[in-house]
């Protein structure tokens, strides 16, 4: 037992820091969560930012569109010259799928001035992307309504997820210990 915690302590390592970030993580956003109901800001902060700046930014595009709060549920409606095309919730702000990031990166770390500049600059380029992607897929919804399920279901997760993906990749490839071990 003892030769195989010896010899897959790497992974060991990697599993239980991965976990412990994330845990950990995911536990303080639940709070976050909770904190919020009831804010001004509905449902949350965050996702009511993402909101707004998903409207901000099809306007920019020369679209009508306007966000509002979901009368029956925990979102944000997008709407495009009056027509509901979707909702934002809570699962659209990208902070999972930054946590999600910041879990792997730890859990592979290089030099922590490193560490810290690739997991701020990563998780900025999540957050922009997935706004992009926000207003792409209303945008394509607009125009594609009967591709919705196609859209909202394959392309545009694998947008976000194949970005993390990337991220993962060149971290491991270029800064994390595991490089330098191996260099």
Known sequence: MNTLFVKYKSVIKFILTFLLVYISFSVIYKLYLDASDGSKFYPDYITHLVAKQSESLLNSFGYDALVLPHPDEPSMKVTVKGKYLARVI???NSISVVILFISFVIA?????????????????????????RIAVLSMALYHYPEHKEILHAVVFPAII?????????FWVNRFSKLKNKNA
């Open 161 to 169: 997820y194949g970005l993390v993906f990337l991220l993962w990749i």
């Open 108 to 132: 592979f770390s290089g030099k922590l001035k490193t560490t810290f500049l690739f997991i701020l600059s990563g998780s900025v380029l999540i957050y922009a992307v997935n706004l992009i």
């Open 90 to 92: 809570e699962g659209c």
